[in-house]
């Protein structure tokens, strides 16, 4: 049987993972405070990858290193938390979630358990999945990154090591690899660069890196002075990270660079130096990094349920009343269910603790498999009193609007994010003889969305339609998008092709516009260039209303009271987004000479946005499937409702 040998304990790097862990926090509860809070992630890739890699090469070096053993140890210090948080998060579910989106939750508690979460959430990204800030389960995509590297991680140390391979040499390549891979990824599949592995691996290789140093050459440095200097820089890249960092940053690729390195820069000056005793060793920081992991674990589905409680829009307050619930639970998580499992207190062995993880992952079946769609548990909680609203409700349950964006044309006229213009058809132009104008869309899914409206007019010979849409791709020549790579090359081939066809009227249309002035200069050049070409009656469309969580869920929520009647309209609070699109884009539209139409003029009044199209209380359908898409009922009841200045 091997014997495990401890690395010595530093105390510091307990106070940077509690430094990594509070950035999260921040970033999650409140965005705006610290935009690049969620680096806190790859400072924790590379501790793992540190403390692990240390722990491994001097187990083979010294040949005690049992892969059985390494996992069992694995186990122990994961599972019971997770294992108590997941079950919880189900528990809760069943109180807050609709039926249709605790079947998701039973989806993702499978891949939590499998440690796939990471392959689940990239293969999620479409429209049909919903905002990943209403998934409970997000953020263990990270743990599911951890528990991949560490399959094979073990196995190539021992084959290089027994192969007299140098060290160095595995480590530096693949590292190379790995990051070359990200950088890639970044610019053109930037959900690959966050999610998976390989774009990942780089990052826990370099606490490789610094444990394979510390090794050869020791923990602490002899000279002092360096070490006081590394920690000082590695300090500030962190910092730099967290302050300049937006959600909007093409991240990660050569903007995880400053994170990863500080972090391995703090680790290698070592537990002596100012900084790391005085501060990173404070006993504050020390107990906050030590219960890091289930608050890790604790705050995002917390968060996420108080968010969906509350419609979307909960108050600062209950954020704050959150995070203190979050430490809370991981102080309990740590102390009474972590510890004595982990450190053999409890009689429960690890055999015991991979079944409860199946069983987990067999409850997560259940509700995903073959109990999908269940009745609410908790009719009073959505105001279902006496079943009053559940006649009206149901339809809404599970509403994902596929069969909308099926009428899109999707994957031919309306582009996906992996789709270049080559998939483009020309069927999406109709060139039939007809004395209808010929009206181009150009635009995102925003765009597309009218294209209900639009063909219901074109099927009447109103008008005949030309489709130019791309997913997320605002009608922007020369504009290069990291989150959707394909943009440029789509749009430089749209707007040729619409001076080619010469349409009556051109409709440009995105609810993803930046509003800045580079963005604003790029789209009035590209308005010049229809007009330059002689065509003149160009229409700006704003934005669709914005929802803080999805519609459908909105109103599952809404008549809290359990009255029989649905509303007509619901209000909603108003992003700082929109506010500043609707100020800005008619404006803009004025300057440039071009018509401008509202469609939250057209859906919102002062008493609130339509919700339904209905004349009475009978369900009809939604006007949006999610936050701001409109359902193909919406997207008639708004071109309709435009027909007239469109064509004027």
Same mark, same amino acid.
């Given at each position: 049987?091997?014997?495990?040998?401890?690395?010595?304990?530093?105390?510091?790097?307990?106070?940077?993972?509690?430094?990594?862990?509070?950035?999260?926090?921040?970033?999650? *509860?409140?965005?705006?405070?610290?935009?690049?809070?969620?680096?806190?992630?790859?400072?924790?890739?590379?501790?793992?990858?540190?403390? !692990?890699?240390?722990?491994?090469?001097?187990?083979?070096?010294?040949?005690?290193?049992?892969?059985?053993?390494?996992?069992?140890?694995?186990?122990?210090?994961?599972?019971?938390?997770? +294992?108590?948080?997941?079950?919880?998060?189900?528990?809760?579910?069943?109180?807050?979630?609709?039926? *249709?989106?605790?079947?998701?939750?039973?989806?993702?508690?499978?891949?939590?358990?499998?440690?796939?979460?990471?392959?689940?959430?990239?293969?999620?990204?479409?429209?049909?999945?919903?905002?990943?800030?209403?998934?409970?389960?997000?953020?263990?995509?990270?743990?599911?990154?951890? &528990?991949?590297?560490?399959?094979?991680?073990?196995?190539?140390?021992?084959?290089?090591?027994?192969?007299?391979?140098?060290?160095?040499?595995?480590?530096?390549? =693949?590292?190379?690899?790995?990051?070359?891979?990200?950088?890639?990824?970044?610019?053109?599949?930037?959900?690959?660069?966050?999610?998976?592995?390989?774009?990942?691996?780089?990052?826990?290789?370099?606490?490789?890196?610094?444990?394979?140093?510390?090794?050869?050459?020791?923990?602490?440095?002899?000279?002092?002075?360096?070490?006081?200097?590394?920690?000082?820089?590695?300090?500030?890249?962190?910092?730099?990270?967290?302050?300049?960092?937006?959600?909007?940053?093409?991240?990660?690729?050569? =903007?995880?660079?400053?994170?990863? !390195?500080?972090?391995?820069?703090?680790?290698?000056?070592?537990?002596?130096?100012?900084?790391?005793?005085?501060?990173?060793?404070?006993?504050?920081?020390?107990?906050?990094?030590?219960?890091?992991?289930?608050?890790?674990?604790?705050?995002?589905?917390?968060?996420?349920?108080?968010?969906?409680?509350?419609?979307?829009?909960?108050?600062?307050?209950?954020?704050?009343?959150?995070?203190?619930?979050?430490?809370?639970?991981?102080?309990?998580?740590?102390?009474?269910?972590?510890?004595?499992?982990?450190?053999?207190?409890?009689?429960?062995?690890?055999?015991?603790?991979?079944?409860?993880?199946?069983?987990?992952?067999? #409850?997560?079946?259940?509700?995903?498999?073959?109990?999908?769609?269940?009745?609410?548990?908790?009719?009073?909680?959505?105001?279902?009193?006496?079943?009053?609203? =559940?006649?009206?409700?149901?339809?809404?349950?599970?509403?994902?609007?596929?069969?909308?964006?099926?009428?899109?044309?999707?994957?031919?006229?309306? =582009?996906?994010?992996?789709?270049?213009?080559?998939?483009?058809?020309?069927?999406?132009?109709?060139? &039939?003889?007809?004395?209808?104008?010929?009206?181009?869309?150009?635009?995102?899914?925003?765009?597309?969305?009218?294209?209900?409206?639009?063909?219901?007019?074109?099927?009447?010979?109103?008008?005949?339609?030309?489709?130019?849409?791309?997913?997320?791709?605002?009608?922007?020549?020369?504009?290069?998008?990291?989150?959707?790579?394909?943009?440029?090359?789509?749009?430089?081939?749209?707007?040729?092709?619409?001076?080619?066809?010469?349409?009556?009227?051109?409709?440009?249309?995105?609810?993803?516009?930046?509003?800045?002035?580079?963005?604003?200069?790029?789209?009035?050049?590209? !308005?010049?260039?229809?007009?330059?070409?002689?065509?003149?009656?160009?229409?700006?469309?704003?934005?669709?209303?914005?929802?803080?969580?999805?519609?459908? &869920?909105?109103?599952?929520?809404?008549?809290?009271?359990?009255?029989?009647?649905?509303?007509?309209?619901?209000?909603?609070?108003?992003?700082?987004?929109?506010?500043?699109?609707?100020?800005?884009?008619?404006?803009?539209?004025?300057? +440039?000479?071009?018509?401008?139409?509202?469609?939250?003029?057209?859906?919102?009044?002062?008493?609130?946005? #339509?919700?339904?199209?209905?004349?009475?209380?009978?369900?009809?359908?939604?006007?949006?499937?999610?936050?701001?898409?409109?359902? *193909?009922?919406?997207?008639?009841?708004?071109?309709?409702?435009?027909?007239?200045?469109?064509?004027?």
């Amino acid at each position: 049987m091997s014997t495990f040998i401890r690395t010595s304990y530093r105390a510091d790097i307990d106070g940077l993972r509690a430094i990594a862990v509070v950035a999260v926090l921040i970033y999650h *509860a409140f965005p705006i405070l610290l935009g690049g809070g969620y680096v806190g992630v790859d400072i924790f890739f590379v501790i793992s990858g540190f403390l !692990i890699s240390k722990i491994i090469i001097n187990q083979i070096e010294a040949q005690k290193f049992s892969i059985i053993t390494f996992y069992n140890r694995r186990a122990r210090r994961i599972f019971p938390a997770l +294992i108590f948080m997941l079950v919880t998060v189900f528990i809760l579910g069943k109180f807050i979630l609709s039926s *249709a989106a605790s079947e998701k939750l039973g989806m993702h508690m499978m891949a939590s358990t499998g440690f796939v979460q990471n392959i689940l959430l990239y293969s999620e990204d479409n429209y049909f999945n919903g905002s990943g800030e209403l998934k409970p389960l997000l953020h263990l995509w990270s743990l599911g990154i951890e &528990e991949q590297f560490y399959i094979f991680w073990p196995l190539l140390i021992i084959i290089f090591t027994r192969l007299k391979f140098n060290l160095w040499i595995l480590i530096l390549l =693949l590292s190379i690899i790995s990051f070359a891979s990200s950088v890639i990824a970044v610019d053109n599949d930037r959900s690959a660069a966050f999610f998976l592995l390989q774009n990942r691996t780089w990052e826990l290789l370099f606490g490789g890196i610094i444990a394979l140093w510390c090794i050869k050459k020791g923990d602490v440095l002899k000279n002092n002075a360096l070490a006081e200097v590394l920690s000082i820089v590695g300090f500030s890249l962190i910092l730099y990270s967290l302050i300049t960092l937006t959600p909007d940053s093409n991240f990660p690729g050569y =903007l995880a660079l400053p994170p990863v !390195i500080g972090t391995g820069l703090i680790i290698l000056a070592g537990p002596d130096c100012l900084l790391n005793r005085h501060i990173l060793s404070s006993r504050f920081l020390v107990l906050i990094g030590l219960i890091s992991f289930p608050l890790y674990l604790w705050h995002w589905p917390l968060l996420v349920y108080n968010r969906i409680a509350q419609s979307g829009s909960p108050s600062d307050i209950s954020i704050a009343c959150i995070l203190v619930l979050s430490f809370v639970m991981a102080y309990i998580s740590y102390a009474f269910v972590e510890k004595p499992v982990r450190y053999g207190v409890s009689k429960i062995s690890t055999q015991s603790l991979y079944a409860a993880l199946v069983v987990v992952a067999a #409850i997560g079946f259940y509700a995903n498999v073959l109990q999908p769609n269940p009745t609410f548990p908790t009719q009073n909680l959505l105001g279902q009193k006496n079943g009053g609203l =559940l006649p009206l409700i149901q339809p809404l349950d599970g509403y994902n609007g596929s069969s909308t964006v099926s009428q899109w044309r999707d994957n031919k006229c309306f =582009l996906n994010p992996k789709q270049n213009a080559s998939d483009w058809s020309t069927d999406c132009v109709n060139l &039939e003889y007809s004395s209808a104008p010929l009206i181009a869309l150009w635009g995102d899914s925003n765009a597309a969305s009218l294209v209900p409206g639009l063909l219901s007019l074109e099927r009447l010979g109103q008008i005949r339609l030309a489709q130019f849409t791309s997913s997320g791709c605002p009608p922007i020549m020369n504009m290069s998008l990291s989150v959707r790579p394909e943009c440029k090359g789509v749009n430089d081939f749209f707007l040729p092709k619409i001076l080619e066809y010469q349409p009556d009227i051109v409709i440009l249309s995105a609810q993803s516009y930046s509003l800045d002035v580079n963005t604003l200069s790029k789209l009035a050049k590209s !308005i010049h260039q229809l007009q330059s070409s002689g065509i003149k009656n160009i229409i700006l469309i704003g934005p669709s209303p914005t929802y803080p969580i999805p519609l459908p &869920e909105y109103l599952l929520r809404y008549n809290k009271d359990g009255s029989s009647s649905f509303p007509l309209k619901v209000k909603r609070s108003i992003g700082a987004w929109e506010k500043s699109a609707e100020k800005k884009l008619p404006k803009f539209a004025q300057e +440039i000479g071009v018509r401008y139409l509202s469609i939250i003029d057209t859906l919102c009044k002062t008493d609130g946005c #339509i919700s339904r199209v209905s004349n009475n209380d009978e369900f009809d359908d939604i006007t949006q499937f999610d936050q701001h898409h409109l359902t *193909a009922a919406g997207s008639r009841f708004v071109i309709n409702n435009l027909i007239d200045e469109i064509v004027k």
